[in-house]
């Protein structure tokens, strides 16, 4: 039965100190404030209470502590683990229960243990324990499961599940339960078998005894079982076997192993889903017994258990007592008093029901009623069968059942493997398991392993996966004769202690050795005295009062180091001081992994063979680790240790040459004579093998050769290669290792012969990877160089390297650069290359500088970290400036706290100063505009009262000359919204800070109030609402879109005063003209809706359109639809809309169905233009604000499809529109309106014709809108303004703009930025009235001339500055501005045929137009020009006007200078609806065109500020960009230069934008492949990281740039190094690394006096590191200096750094002939190279004149094997 291969039983290992282990929960629990701890507090003395050693605080009443209260405490460990960056930290946790508490704790090495969880619940937990559920998660392509993980408290009535993420359940017990089991689907409950059972149930159906629960929110639901055997092979049941216990669980394998008490056997299960034929077969109902009761009853009595237990159900409770630890959330109350089963007929069945399960029940709920249909009849394994009704089972009862459905089981049982039964009656029944673990060995052989105590064996099962993986197999069963055992999983091995008491060591079933611990006294010590309580992963709970003390200490890495550990990978260990850290033992961690490549599972004996060795009593020191591993290794292959001079001497405390050791050891031996035995062994287990395993170790040296902290040990293993090489005659590697270390290997001599074969892949040039590197670096052809996946991955990582960047073999690797350094920054950081060798590593440095200097700006965060990009690194973490709180965060609270508070409340304050500091910083203009835009300070009111005035008059003056001054601060909300656009971010448990509108005044020169609301003059009513709706507009648009908004937050901030209800509406709007109204509940929008306030309506209906712009979101539509008489049926209820609330509808239904083409709506719009007034008033007032908001939204459905409207031909859309412009005879309503308007009204008498005047805004911007940039001739025509005097009377100035604006739009690519085309626009007749002479001159009136003029002039510059908008374009500014300045020329000659109003209108669409055209850059002249007009307040500046200057301003500043206007089609409709020119005459004016959709010119905003942001001091900073344009057909490919922060040009108009240096190091983004990149970096504020380059300083201190370190030396580079001052490295660079360098070396100290050449050399290499801005290469320089010293000192025992030395030479020559212009690539620039290379070649030369013989021979070896070549040139 046995299987032991092999066993080393002459030794013995050792292991660490033992340490007693208490349980940390019992020391907290000791100290919990539970209810019990306090009574017994206030009951006991102190000194008592802490003499009882914490036992009276575990307990979970208030009896006497006895020893039984002590054994209800019990924990569980197990092995957690945190994914951190480094590596995944370990720490194990405990899970600890005792009376009503459990604690959850976590402790690793590093850190001391602390409470994770603490539960209290209200009676004693049976057990605790850890289990994951699966929970269903529904994803958008279907339902997915995900782990919850879980801990679950079980209690007599109930299990509490709480989980990780914070939610809590609790599911009552149908039952009394066991013992519960975490499984890989949930939880496995037992159900205690009590006395009861027999009684209640017949022989033939027995109970179900095990249960599931998949979820704490499903049922518990019956196991079914699937017995192996020939005879009920196919049979499923449901698990009912009373005898069948379970003793083990496991989730991967999913398997269970369960105990028969009868029949003494063990048994394993796999656990699945159950699948759907047995879940039909166990529920299908057999026909026979319909007759009797138990047929009626189909399966419901289980079901109405589970279902109905009340939480009083306390089944382990009698009596009255019973209710005492019930839970504290009663469902059902009913007295304890009923004791009775039976109930009488007359109650009825609810009521039966509920009464059943009183909590005085004296049995289990799950009584004998509750019995499974006949389909459990199934034979037990004992097989009684019967059908038997109940004989307690009542009518009433019967009668309940039918009602319920039965459950459906979840999980099956299938058996896998029993045990053999035990023949005859000589051998005794086997005891159930105590203890069930999995264990594996070092060849991943798997064991399930149960210790059968009553034998004393612990029997291990193997198993091993099936072919198609989906079952498991169970080919052998092993004996081990033991007491206990214990699996050690991090090394692959098992504890067991055998029955003479000594411990042993196994790995799977092969014997190790025994293991020693220091404490104990005799080898047959027995564990219960000695060793505590100890636990392991794997293991169950341990309960001391059912195993007692028989747990082995977890002799883990703490108290057993193995060097095996390797082959997981490294493990943290527990002992800081253990061996196994220090490195001396690395290489042999990569030689057993190498080793098991080719000797397969004889692995396990060189394992076990050289764990004894390593482990023997008193441990290894340092030095003898590798002495021993080598012994080991080559005794098994054969070698005879002791006969070889080498190895018999390696027990020398120090690395001592072989020379020196042969010598000291020699005298003793007899000389030669022993030579003939020098034999290997050929029946020794490894000896087949060693020609692969020599392989192995010599590719295993290269890799250790490319790591300067395993070098050290390349020379150890190099003592044991060239053995072997010897050995097998490979006399080309024993040259290489001769040349290699020369010192070492010239005292070897003797060779063991051995007959082997050579194998195939065996090259006989031996594989040398700096060989290799060298001929990559020539040019020369080079074959692939071998290697071992998961061991050379070095060699691997730099052979590709070389292929990639030195070759340029683009089969090397993807041709895909940044792929390549993704490859390589996954398996390499920079850390990584510090320890590769400095001549291997200078290529790889060199392309990661080439990188560095051009990187992509897509690459992701890792390379960016590889080449030494912190700023690019900082990029990939999206970050915002209001975000990184670590700089703007506290600057601008800084700035907040600084702010005056009478300043605080203008609601400007938010404005990032930093930014607008570095764009604007010559002057105070933020400042200057927040001074015109501020509403919350009363207005100076200067009067001067004349002798003749009286007081009251004066009064009444006064009083008069504010109201003219509050029609403009009325209209600085609209100029606000846009200046603080996105600039804050609110805080959720504060309101929004809302700035007053004040509309008082103060006179001078007593500062007295002035008021409106003194009754001597008369003020309009109602002139506030709309001004106050625009400044909660206002407030609103400053939130960002990035910020935290929820729908509570929306609701908290409604006011509660009615007055401040418009100011909500207009906030309601902001929000969505922000996106964050959709988070607002549907509910609440209902409520705002139902409460009919005309200004929320209009806020909440423009806003929700605006938030789902283009979606045609179907929810929208409805609600719009019900506030548009139009888009409801003919028949429905007419409802009460005030007109405003229709206007904003129409233009919702447009904003939702932007640019869709949206066949109904466009045909409901295109009628509602036109919509004739109805009788009764209706439709009669502000109907041109109406047809406009049909005609806007019209143009935003079919917005620039020009003649492409798909499935509208029939509608004749731009005819009919060009007859709404034009006039002419009404069309009849089509469909569904016919019948509304049938009636006409009786106050407006229009007849059958369109009302032009009416209809006209609407259709001409319909036009516009729907032609918009399709340069439609033909259509443009249509607008053009007439010829002839005639016709030109007949059209209003108005309309004259209108047309020449939607002409100019259509004609897009025509406009041009000069007087000459804005003029083109005026007709022909207009010009030539200057030239006609004679009598019909007088016939002209000159007005109607003039204002034909200002208006179509006004027109073409708006439609210059929608063209323009946003791109700051110098000609088209320039054109603007002078056509301004004439215009207010003109305006200062009274009396001249322009008359004021035209004039202004004309000057303010000029103004709005220069504004849109330098939007955002904060302009100067049209400050400027908006402060002038600002200060005109008297005469006809009416509201309007002020709005259209306040605007203009805020359309200057836009965001505070980071967002400018877009010209997308999208922004020019929403520019239109902004900007629409006729402007109203008060503040409650809205027939022409609703105020509100003023605010939508918000939605033209596009962040295109760049912010440059130093990656070290995260401040922004200026730097040059360098910005490509795109060749048009108006221009060619073209570069200019801007620095940031600036505002971007459109970025599709872009090809490429980058930061030049050299100031900073350069950054590209090309824009030809993708703009998202930059986009988002816009959209986060525009931050872009910038490094500055070593040696410069930033623009704001050093803006000529005269101060860097590299201008002192423009003119000679030597001079450079002799002007540099280490001491001012600092202000240089921030390298931690130089500026200690610096400090320590380059320094003249007492140390550095008689060194001056150094001095000078060291302050050389610092220049080069710091102007080259490559610290990295500082070690490199050194390295090189210190090769060089060691060479001409004579002092090198090895030949790697000249190797070294040669690789940077052959780089260097390889880029010198590609010619000089390769020189700028190359790291190594300076004059320090040819330097060092003409002293390496000075000392070999004196060598070869034998100037130094001693050397000759040792470093002849160096060389190539052609001997022509001079040795100084093979060298270097």
Same mark, same amino acid.
């Given at each position: 039965?046995?299987?032991? &291969?092999?066993?080393?039983?002459?030794?013995?290992?050792?292991?660490?100190?033992?340490?007693?282990?208490?349980?940390?929960?019992?020391?907290?629990?000791?100290?919990?404030?539970?209810?019990? !701890?306090?009574?017994?507090?206030?009951?006991?003395?102190?000194?008592?209470?802490?003499?009882?050693?914490?036992?009276?605080?575990?307990?979970?009443?208030?009896?006497?502590?006895?020893?039984?209260?002590?054994?209800?405490?019990?924990?569980?460990?197990?092995?957690?683990?945190?994914?951190?960056?480094?590596?995944?930290?370990?720490?194990?946790?405990?899970?600890?229960?005792?009376?009503?508490?459990?604690?959850?704790?976590?402790?690793?090495?590093?850190?001391?243990?602390?409470?994770?969880?603490?539960?209290?619940?209200?009676?004693?937990?049976?057990?605790?324990?850890?289990?994951?559920?699966?929970?269903?998660?529904?994803?958008?392509?279907?339902?997915?499961?995900?782990?919850?993980?879980?801990?679950?408290?079980?209690?007599?009535?109930?299990?509490?599940? =709480?989980?990780?993420?914070?939610?809590?359940?609790?599911?009552?017990?149908?039952?009394?339960?066991?013992?519960?089991?975490?499984?890989?689907?949930?939880?496995?409950?037992?159900?205690?078998?009590?006395?009861? %059972?027999?009684?209640?149930?017949?022989?033939?159906?027995?109970?179900?005894?095990?249960?599931?629960?998949?979820?704490?929110?499903?049922?518990?639901?019956?196991? +079914?079982?699937?017995?192996?055997?020939?005879?009920?092979?196919?049979?499923?049941?449901? /698990?009912?076997?009373?005898?069948?216990?379970?003793?083990?669980?496991?989730?991967?394998?999913?398997?269970?192993?369960?105990?028969?008490?009868?029949?003494?056997?063990?048994?394993?299960?796999?656990?699945?889903?159950?699948?759907?034929?047995?879940?039909?077969?166990?529920?299908?109902?057999?026909?026979?017994?319909?007759?009797?009761?138990?047929?009626?009853?189909?399966?419901?009595?289980?079901?109405?258990?589970?279902?109905?237990?009340?939480?009083?159900?306390?089944?382990?409770?009698?009596?009255?007592?019973?209710?005492?630890?019930?839970?504290?959330?009663?469902?059902?109350?009913?007295?304890?008093?009923?004791?009775?089963?039976?109930?009488?007929?007359?109650?009825?069945?609810?009521?039966?029901?509920?009464?059943?399960?009183?909590?005085?029940?004296?049995?289990?709920?799950?009584?004998? /009623?509750?019995?499974?249909?006949?389909?459990?009849?199934?034979?037990?394994?004992?097989?009684?069968?019967?059908?038997?009704?109940?004989?307690?089972?009542?009518?009433?009862?019967?009668?309940?059942?039918?009602?319920?459905?039965?459950?459906?089981?979840?999980?099956?049982?299938?058996?896998?493997?029993?045990?053999?039964?035990?023949?005859?009656?000589?051998?005794?029944?086997?005891?159930?398991?105590?203890?069930?673990?999995?264990?594996?060995?070092?060849?991943?052989?798997?064991?399930?392993?149960?210790?059968?105590?009553?034998?004393?064996?612990?029997?291990?099962?193997?198993?091993?996966?099936?072919?198609?993986?989906?079952?498991?197999?169970?080919?052998?069963?092993?004996?081990?004769?033991? *007491?206990?055992?214990?699996?050690?999983?991090?090394?692959?091995?098992?504890?067991?202690?055998?029955?003479?008491?000594?411990?042993?060591?196994?790995?799977?079933?092969?014997?190790?050795?025994?293991?020693? +611990?220091?404490?104990?006294?005799?080898?047959?010590?027995?564990?219960?005295?000695?060793?505590?309580?100890?636990?392991?992963?794997?293991?169950?709970?341990?309960?001391?009062?059912?195993?007692?003390?028989?747990?082995?200490?977890?002799?883990?890495?703490?108290?057993?180091?193995?060097?095996?550990?390797?082959?997981?990978?490294?493990?943290?260990?527990?002992?800081?001081?253990?061996?196994?850290?220090?490195?001396?033992?690395?290489?042999?961690?990569?030689?057993? !992994?190498?080793?098991?490549?080719?000797?397969?599972?004889?692995?396990?004996?060189?394992?076990?063979?050289?764990?004894?060795?390593?482990?023997?009593?008193?441990?290894?020191?340092?030095?003898?680790?590798?002495?021993?591993?080598?012994?080991?290794?080559?005794?098994?292959?054969?070698?005879?240790?002791?006969?070889?001079?080498?190895?018999?001497?390696?027990?020398?405390?120090?690395?001592?040459?072989?020379?020196?050791?042969?010598?000291?050891?020699?005298?003793?031996?007899?000389?030669?004579?022993?030579?003939?035995?020098?034999?290997?062994?050929?029946?020794?287990?490894?000896?087949? =093998?060693?020609?692969?395993?020599?392989?192995?170790?010599?590719?295993?040296?290269?890799?250790?050769?490319?790591?300067?902290?395993?070098?050290?040990?390349?020379?150890?293993?190099?003592?044991?290669?060239?053995?072997?090489?010897?050995?097998?005659?490979?006399?080309?590697?024993?040259?290489?290792?001769?040349?290699?270390?020369?010192?070492?290997?010239?005292?070897?001599?003797?060779?063991?012969?051995?007959?082997?074969?050579?194998?195939?892949?065996?090259?006989?040039?031996?594989?040398?990877?700096?060989?290799?590197?060298?001929?990559?670096? $020539?040019?020369?052809?080079?074959?692939?160089?071998?290697?071992?996946?998961?061991?050379?991955?070095?060699?691997?990582?730099?052979?590709?390297?070389?292929?990639?960047?030195?070759?340029?073999?683009?089969?090397?690797?993807?041709?895909?650069?940044?792929?390549?350094?993704?490859?390589?920054?996954?398996?390499?950081?920079?850390?990584?290359?510090?320890?590769?060798?400095?001549?291997?590593?200078?290529?790889?440095?060199?392309?990661?500088?080439?990188?560095?200097?051009?990187?992509?700006?897509?690459?992701?965060?890792?390379?960016?970290?590889?080449?030494?990009?912190?700023?690019?690194?900082?990029?990939?973490?999206?970050?915002?400036?209001?975000?990184?709180?670590?700089?703007?965060?506290?600057?601008?609270?800084?700035?907040?706290?600084?702010?005056?508070?009478?300043?605080?409340?203008?609601?400007?304050?938010?404005?990032?100063?930093?930014?607008?500091?570095?764009?604007?910083?010559?002057?105070?203009?933020?400042?200057?505009?927040?001074?015109?835009?501020?509403?919350?300070?009363?207005?100076?009111?200067?009067?001067?009262?004349?002798?003749?005035?009286?007081?009251?008059?004066?009064?009444?003056?006064?009083?008069?000359?504010?109201?003219?001054?509050?029609?403009?601060?009325?209209?600085?909300?609209?100029?606000?919204?846009?200046?603080?656009?996105?600039?804050?971010?609110?805080?959720?448990?504060?309101?929004?800070?809302?700035?007053?509108? !004040?509309?008082?005044?103060?006179?001078?020169?007593?500062?007295?109030?002035?008021?409106?609301?003194?009754?001597?003059?008369?003020?309009?009513?109602?002139?506030?609402?709309?001004?106050?709706?625009?400044?909660?507009?206002?407030?609103?648009?400053?939130?960002?879109?990035?910020?935290?908004?929820?729908?509570?937050?929306?609701?908290?901030?409604?006011?509660?005063?009615?007055?401040?209800?418009?100011?909500?509406?207009?906030?309601?709007?902001?929000?969505?003209?922000?996106?964050?109204?959709? *988070?607002?509940?549907?509910?609440?929008?209902?409520?705002?809706?139902?409460?009919?306030?005309?200004?929320?309506?209009?806020?909440?209906?423009?806003?929700?359109?605006?938030?789902?712009?283009?979606?045609? %979101?179907?929810?929208?539509?409805?609600?719009?639809?019900?506030?548009?008489?139009?888009?409801?049926?003919?028949?429905?209820?007419?409802?009460?809309?005030?007109?405003?609330?229709?206007?904003?509808?129409?233009?919702?239904?447009?904003?939702?169905?932007?640019?869709?083409?949206?066949?109904?709506?466009?045909?409901?719009?295109?009628?509602?233009?036109?919509?004739?007034?109805?009788?009764?008033?209706?439709?009669?007032?502000?109907?041109?604000?109406?047809?406009?908001?049909?005609?806007?939204?019209?143009?935003?459905?079919?917005?620039?499809?020009?003649?492409?409207?798909?499935?509208?031909?029939?509608?004749?859309?731009?005819?009919?529109?060009?007859?709404?412009?034009?006039?002419?005879? $009404?069309?009849?309503?089509?469909?569904?309106?016919?019948?509304? =308007?049938?009636?006409?009204?009786?106050?407006?008498?229009?007849?059958?014709? @369109?009302?032009?005047?009416?209809?006209?805004?609407?259709?001409?911007?319909?036009?516009?809108?729907?032609?918009?940039?399709?340069? !439609?001739?033909?259509?443009?025509?249509?607008?053009?303004?007439?010829?002839?005097?005639?016709?030109?009377?007949?059209?209003?100035?108005?309309?004259?703009?209108?047309?020449?604006?939607?002409?100019?739009?259509?004609?897009?690519?025509?406009?041009?930025?000069?007087? @000459?085309?804005?003029?083109?626009?005026?007709?022909?007749?207009?010009?030539?009235?200057?030239?006609?002479?004679?009598?019909?001159?007088?016939?002209?009136?000159?007005?109607?001339?003039?204002?034909?003029?200002?208006?179509?002039?006004?027109?073409?510059?708006?439609?210059?500055?929608?063209?323009?908008?946003?791109?700051?374009?110098?000609?088209?500014?320039?054109?603007?501005?002078?056509?301004?300045?004439?215009?207010?020329?003109?305006?200062?000659?009274?009396?001249?045929?322009?008359?004021?109003?035209?004039?202004?209108?004309?000057?303010?669409?000029?103004?709005?137009?220069?504004?849109?055209?330098?939007?955002?850059?904060?302009?100067?002249? /049209?400050?400027?020009?908006?402060?002038?007009?600002?200060?005109?307040?008297?005469?006809?500046?009416?509201?309007?006007?002020?709005?259209?200057? =306040?605007?203009?301003?805020?359309?200057?500043?836009?965001?505070?200078?980071?967002?400018?206007?877009?010209?997308?089609?999208?922004?020019?409709?929403?520019?239109?609806?902004?900007?629409?020119?006729?402007?109203?005459?008060?503040?409650?004016?809205?027939?022409?065109?609703?105020?509100?959709?003023?605010?939508?010119?918000?939605?033209?905003?596009?962040?295109?500020?760049?912010?440059?942001?130093?990656?070290?001091?995260?401040?922004?900073?200026?730097?040059?960009?360098? &910005?490509?344009?795109?060749?048009?057909?108006?221009?060619?490919?073209?570069?200019?230069?801007?620095?940031?922060?600036?505002?971007?040009?459109?970025?599709?108009?872009?090809?490429?934008?980058?930061?030049?240096?050299?100031?900073?190091?350069?950054?590209?983004?090309?824009?030809?492949?993708?703009?998202?990149?930059?986009?988002?970096?816009?959209?986060?504020?525009?931050?872009?990281?910038?490094?500055?380059?070593?040696?410069?300083?930033?623009?704001?201190?050093?803006?000529?740039?005269?101060?860097?370190?590299?201008?002192?030396?423009?003119?000679?580079?030597?001079?450079?190094?002799?002007?540099?001052?280490?001491?001012?490295?600092?202000?240089?660079?921030?390298?931690?690394?130089?500026?200690?360098?610096?400090?320590?070396?380059?320094?003249?100290?007492?140390?550095? *006096?008689?060194?001056?050449?150094?001095?000078?050399?060291?302050?050389?290499?610092?220049?080069?590191?710091?102007?080259?801005?490559?610290?990295?290469?500082?070690?490199?320089?050194?390295?090189?200096?210190?090769?060089?010293?060691?060479?001409? $000192?004579?002092?090198?025992?090895?030949?790697?750094?000249?190797?070294?030395?040669?690789?940077?030479?052959?780089?260097?020559?390889?880029?010198?002939?590609?010619?000089?212009?390769?020189?700028?690539?190359?790291?190594?620039?300076?004059?320090?190279?040819?330097?060092?290379?003409?002293?390496?070649?000075?000392?070999? %030369?004196?060598?070869?004149?034998?100037?130094?013989?001693?050397?000759?021979?040792?470093?002849?070896?160096?060389?190539? $094997?052609?001997?022509?070549?001079?040795?100084?040139?093979?060298?270097?």
């Amino acid at each position: 039965m046995s299987e032991v &291969v092999y066993e080393e039983t002459a030794t013995m290992i050792a292991a660490g100190e033992l340490q007693s282990f208490v349980p940390f929960g019992r020391e907290h629990c000791r100290n919990h404030p539970n209810a019990f !701890n306090l009574q017994l507090r206030e009951l006991q003395p102190a000194s008592e209470l802490w003499a009882s050693d914490g036992a009276a605080g575990l307990v979970g009443s208030l009896q006497e502590v006895s020893l039984q209260e002590r054994e209800r405490e019990f924990w569980q460990l197990r092995k957690g683990c945190k994914g951190v960056k480094e590596e995944d930290m370990e720490f194990e946790e405990e899970l600890y229960a005792a009376g009503n508490v459990v604690v959850w704790s976590q402790g690793s090495r590093a850190q001391a243990s602390s409470v994770y969880k603490a539960f209290t619940v209200d009676s004693p937990v049976q057990q605790a324990l850890w289990c994951n559920f699966a929970a269903p998660h529904k994803k958008n392509d279907g339902t997915v499961s995900f782990l919850e993980l879980t801990v679950c408290i079980v209690q007599s009535s109930c299990v509490n599940v =709480h989980t990780m993420t914070g939610k809590d359940f609790i599911s009552p017990l149908p039952f009394q339960v066991s013992h519960v089991w975490a499984t890989k689907f949930g939880l496995l409950m037992e159900r205690k078998n009590t006395a009861n %059972d027999a009684q209640f149930s017949p022989p033939g159906e027995p109970l179900p005894t095990v249960f599931s629960m998949l979820h704490p929110l499903d049922e518990i639901a019956p196991v +079914v079982c699937k017995p192996a055997g020939l005879f009920e092979g196919s049979r499923v049941q449901y /698990v009912s076997d009373s005898a069948m216990k379970i003793v083990f669980t496991c989730c991967q394998p999913s398997i269970v192993v369960s105990y028969d008490t009868v029949q003494g056997i063990h048994s394993v299960w796999t656990l699945r889903k159950v699948t759907h034929d047995e879940r039909s077969t166990v529920l299908r109902c057999p026909a026979e017994p319909v007759g009797t009761p138990l047929g009626l009853m189909a399966s419901g009595f289980l079901t109405s258990h589970l279902r109905n237990v009340s939480r009083l159900d306390s089944p382990g409770g009698t009596g009255p007592s019973g209710a005492l630890h019930s839970h504290q959330s009663r469902i059902v109350t009913s007295s304890p008093g009923i004791h009775s089963r039976v109930h009488s007929p007359s109650i009825s069945n609810m009521a039966a029901l509920s009464r059943a399960h009183s909590p005085g029940m004296a049995a289990p709920s799950f009584s004998g /009623v509750a019995r499974f249909n006949t389909s459990l009849h199934s034979p037990s394994p004992r097989g009684h069968h019967g059908l038997l009704a109940s004989p307690n089972s009542t009518i009433n009862e019967t009668v309940l059942v039918p009602e319920m459905e039965p459950i459906i089981p979840d999980l099956c049982m299938e058996q896998l493997w029993s045990e053999a039964v035990t023949a005859g009656s000589n051998r005794e029944m086997s005891s159930q398991a105590s203890k069930v673990f999995l264990t594996s060995d070092l060849c991943e052989n798997h064991y399930l392993c149960f210790l059968v105590e009553s034998h004393q064996q612990l029997r291990c099962v193997k198993f091993i996966e099936s072919n198609d993986t989906s079952q498991l197999i169970f080919p052998s069963v092993t004996t081990i004769s033991a *007491k206990d055992a214990e699996p050690l999983q991090s090394i692959d091995a098992m504890l067991v202690l055998e029955a003479c008491g000594s411990l042993v060591l196994y790995t799977g079933i092969t014997r190790v050795s025994k293991v020693f +611990v220091p404490g104990l006294l005799s080898p047959s010590f027995s564990l219960t005295n000695h060793l505590p309580h100890r636990s392991t992963p794997v293991e169950t709970v341990s309960t001391p009062a059912n195993a007692g003390s028989r747990h082995l200490q977890r002799l883990d890495e703490d108290a057993m180091p193995s060097p095996v550990t390797g082959l997981k990978g490294p493990t943290i260990k527990h002992h800081d001081a253990s061996f196994l850290e220090d490195y001396t033992f690395q290489p042999a961690t990569p030689y057993i !992994n190498a080793l098991r490549d080719p000797v397969c599972n004889r692995v396990t004996l060189v394992l076990v063979k050289w764990y004894n060795i390593y482990n023997a009593p008193g441990g290894p020191s340092a030095h003898t680790e590798w002495s021993l591993f080598v012994t080991c290794f080559m005794t098994l292959m054969g070698y005879n240790t002791e006969r070889l001079t080498w190895t018999r001497n390696l027990h020398f405390e120090m690395p001592l040459s072989p020379v020196i050791a042969a010598k000291k050891a020699r005298p003793s031996d007899g000389g030669s004579d022993e030579v003939p035995s020098l034999k290997l062994d050929s029946s020794a287990p490894l000896f087949p =093998h060693i020609p692969a395993l020599f392989y192995v170790l010599h590719l295993l040296y290269q890799e250790l050769q490319l790591d300067e902290l395993q070098r050290a040990r390349a020379s150890s293993l190099v003592c044991l290669l060239q053995q072997l090489a010897r050995d097998l005659q490979l006399e080309e590697y024993v040259d290489l290792y001769w040349r290699d270390y020369p010192s070492i290997i010239s005292g070897f001599t003797e060779t063991l012969i051995g007959q082997m074969q050579r194998p195939s892949f065996m090259r006989p040039e031996p594989p040398c990877v700096f060989s290799w590197l060298s001929s990559c670096l $020539r040019g020369e052809e080079s074959p692939p160089f071998p290697y071992l996946p998961g061991i050379c991955q070095r060699t691997r990582l730099l052979v590709v390297s070389y292929a990639l960047y030195v070759i340029g073999d683009e089969n090397a690797t993807s041709t895909d650069v940044s792929k390549y350094l993704a490859k390589l920054s996954a398996g390499f950081t920079l850390k990584d290359l510090e320890s590769v060798p400095f001549g291997v590593a200078l290529p790889i440095r060199e392309a990661i500088y080439r990188c560095r200097e051009q990187p992509c700006s897509d690459w992701s965060e890792e390379v960016c970290l590889l080449i030494g990009r912190q700023d690019l690194t900082k990029q990939a973490h999206k970050m915002t400036l209001a975000k990184s709180k670590a700089s703007f965060g506290l600057i601008i609270c800084m700035l907040l706290q600084s702010v005056k508070p009478d300043e605080e409340e203008d609601g400007m304050s938010d404005i990032v100063q930093e930014v607008t500091g570095l764009i604007w910083s010559q002057d105070l203009r933020i400042q200057e505009v927040r001074r015109l835009l501020q509403s919350s300070r009363p207005v100076r009111v200067s009067v001067v009262q004349l002798p003749e005035v009286s007081d009251h008059e004066y009064i009444e003056e006064k009083e008069n000359k504010l109201l003219q001054l509050c029609q403009r601060t009325m209209a600085l909300p609209v100029g606000r919204g846009l200046f603080t656009l996105f600039s804050y971010h609110p805080v959720p448990t504060e309101p929004l800070p809302v700035p007053k509108l !004040n509309l008082t005044g103060r006179a001078l020169p007593r500062n007295t109030v002035v008021d409106l609301n003194s009754g001597n003059i008369d003020v309009p009513p109602n002139m506030t609402s709309w001004p106050s709706f625009h400044n909660g507009v206002a407030a609103g648009l400053k939130i960002a879109p990035a910020s935290q908004v929820d729908s509570a937050w929306i609701a908290y901030n409604k006011p509660k005063s009615p007055e401040l209800a418009n100011e909500y509406a207009g906030f309601l709007m902001a929000l969505g003209l922000n996106g964050h109204l959709t *988070k607002l509940a549907t509910l609440n929008i209902h409520d705002y809706l139902t409460k009919g306030h005309e200004m929320t309506s209009i806020g909440l209906l423009l806003g929700v359109s605006s938030a789902k712009l283009g979606t045609m %979101d179907m929810s929208i539509t409805r609600l719009l639809g019900i506030h548009i008489p139009a888009l409801l049926p003919p028949t429905s209820t007419e409802l009460d809309v005030p007109h405003n609330v229709q206007v904003a509808a129409v233009i919702g239904i447009g904003l939702v169905y932007q640019g869709t083409g949206h066949r109904h709506n466009a045909e409901v719009l295109l009628s509602e233009i036109g919509r004739p007034p109805g009788p009764e008033m209706e439709y009669c007032t502000d109907r041109e604000s109406y047809s406009l908001a049909a005609g806007l939204a019209l143009g935003m459905v079919c917005l620039g499809h020009g003649s492409n409207l798909i499935g509208m031909t029939d509608l004749n859309v731009p005819e009919q529109l060009y007859q709404y412009m034009v006039g002419g005879h $009404r069309r009849a309503q089509a469909g569904a309106n016919r019948e509304r =308007h049938k009636s006409p009204s009786y106050q407006i008498k229009e007849g059958d014709t @369109i009302n032009v005047d009416v209809t006209c805004p609407g259709a001409t911007l319909a036009l516009a809108m729907i032609y918009l940039k399709t340069n !439609n001739r033909s259509i443009a025509d249509w607008l053009k303004p007439p010829d002839t005097l005639f016709l030109l009377d007949f059209i209003k100035p108005e309309f004259l703009l209108l047309r020449t604006l939607a002409r100019c739009i259509i004609m897009w690519d025509e406009i041009l930025p000069n007087t @000459i085309w804005v003029k083109s626009n005026i007709p022909q007749v207009r010009t030539n009235t200057h030239t006609q002479t004679g009598p019909s001159r007088h016939d002209i009136n000159m007005e109607t001339m003039a204002q034909a003029q200002d208006y179509i002039t006004a027109g073409a510059c708006l439609a210059l500055g929608l063209r323009f908008a946003g791109s700051a374009n110098s000609d088209a500014f320039d054109c603007l501005y002078s056509l301004a300045r004439t215009h207010m020329t003109i305006m200062s000659f009274a009396g001249t045929a322009h008359t004021f109003y035209n004039l202004q209108t004309c000057l303010s669409m000029i103004l709005l137009a220069m504004s849109m055209v330098m939007s955002g850059t904060g302009n100067l002249k /049209v400050l400027q020009l908006c402060r002038f007009f600002h200060k005109r307040t008297g005469g006809e500046m009416n509201y309007g006007f002020h709005m259209a200057h =306040h605007m203009a301003l805020g359309l200057l500043f836009l965001g505070g200078g980071r967002y400018t206007l877009s010209t997308s089609n999208s922004a020019i409709a929403a520019l239109l609806c902004a900007l629409y020119p006729h402007f109203p005459a008060h503040s409650t004016d809205n027939r022409y065109h609703l105020q509100a959709l003023r605010h939508l010119a918000v939605l033209a905003a596009e962040p295109r500020l760049l912010v440059p942001v130093d990656v070290d001091s995260l401040k922004p900073c200026y730097a040059l960009l360098e &910005v490509t344009y795109k060749e048009t057909k108006w221009y060619d490919e073209t570069t200019v230069e801007l620095m940031a922060p600036t505002l971007l040009p459109e970025l599709q108009l872009l090809k490429r934008v980058k930061v030049k240096g050299p100031r900073y190091w350069e950054l590209s983004v090309d824009l030809s492949k993708e703009t998202q990149h930059l986009k988002s970096i816009l959209s986060r504020d525009g931050v872009l990281y910038v490094k500055l380059r070593a040696g410069q300083l930033p623009y704001k201190d050093d803006p000529q740039g005269w101060k860097s370190l590299l201008a002192t030396t423009v003119n000679h580079r030597n001079s450079g190094v002799k002007a540099f001052k280490p001491e001012a490295i600092s202000t240089f660079t921030s390298e931690p690394a130089l500026v200690s360098f610096a400090e320590l070396f380059c320094k003249t100290s007492e140390g550095m *006096k008689h060194r001056e050449d150094t001095l000078v050399l060291f302050s050389a290499m610092l220049y080069e590191c710091v102007t080259q801005e490559c610290p990295e290469m500082l070690p490199t320089y050194i390295a090189i200096e210190q090769a060089v010293s060691a060479l001409r $000192r004579g002092d090198l025992l090895q030949t790697f750094p000249l190797w070294q030395l040669r690789l940077v030479v052959e780089l260097w020559d390889s880029r010198m002939q590609r010619g000089p212009a390769n020189r700028r690539d190359t790291l190594l620039t300076s004059e320090f190279l040819p330097v060092m290379k003409n002293a390496v070649d000075a000392t070999l %030369d004196s060598w070869l004149k034998g100037e130094e013989r001693l050397h000759v021979q040792t470093f002849s070896l160096i060389g190539q $094997r052609n001997p022509s070549k001079p040795i100084r040139e093979e060298t270097l």
